[in-house]
C-alpha cells in the first residue's frame, strides 16, 4: 500500500517562502505523475502543480512564477517550493502521485499552509 507524508507547512508572513516535502513509501517503483494540490475552507481541492517521471512540469496560473515543484526519483520525493507566498494561498496542501499501470492514484493526509498578511 502506497503512504505519502507531507512536511513543511507552517504559518509564514506574506512574501515569506516555505518548502514542502512528499515522501512515498511502500512501493518500490517511480510513480508516473506527482502533483500538489490544495484545498481552502469553503472551496474545492485544486491543482497547484505537477511533474511527470522525466521531470515535465505544468503550474496553475495563479502560482506561476512563485512556486516550483521538483521531484527526486532515487528517494520517490516531490517538493513544492513556494516563494513570495499570499494570504490566498493559505490552504491545506495534498500531495498525489500515480502509478497508471498499477492503477494507483494515492493521496497523503495534507499539510496546513498559512500566509498571514
Known amino acids: 500500500q502506497v503512504q505519502l507524508v507531507e512536511s513543511g507547512g507552517g504559518l509564514v508572513q506574506a512574501g515569506g517562502s516555505l518548502r514542502l516535502s512528499c515522501a512515498a513509501s511502500?512501493?518500490?517503483?517511480?510513480?508516473?505523475?506527482m502533483a500538489w494540490y490544495r484545498q481552502a475552507p469553503g472551496n474545492q481541492r485544486e491543482l497547484v502543480a505537477f511533474i511527470t517521471r522525466a521531470g515535465t512540469t505544468n503550474y496553475a496560473d495563479f502560482v506561476k512564477g512563485r512556486f516550483t515543484i521538483s521531484r527526486d526519483n532515487a528517494k520517490n520525493t516531490v517538493y513544492l517550493q513556494m516563494d513570495s507566498l499570499k494570504p490566498e494561498d493559505t490552504a491545506v496542501y495534498y500531495c498525489?502521485?500515480?502509478?497508471?499501470?498499477?492503477?494507483?492514484?494515492?493521496w497523503g493526509r495534507g499539510t496546513q499552509v498559512t500566509v498571514s498578511s
Open positions: 511502500g512501493f518500490r517503483v517511480v510513480f508516473d505523475d
Open positions: 498525489n502521485a500515480k502509478l497508471l499501470v498499477a492503477a494507483i492514484n494515492s
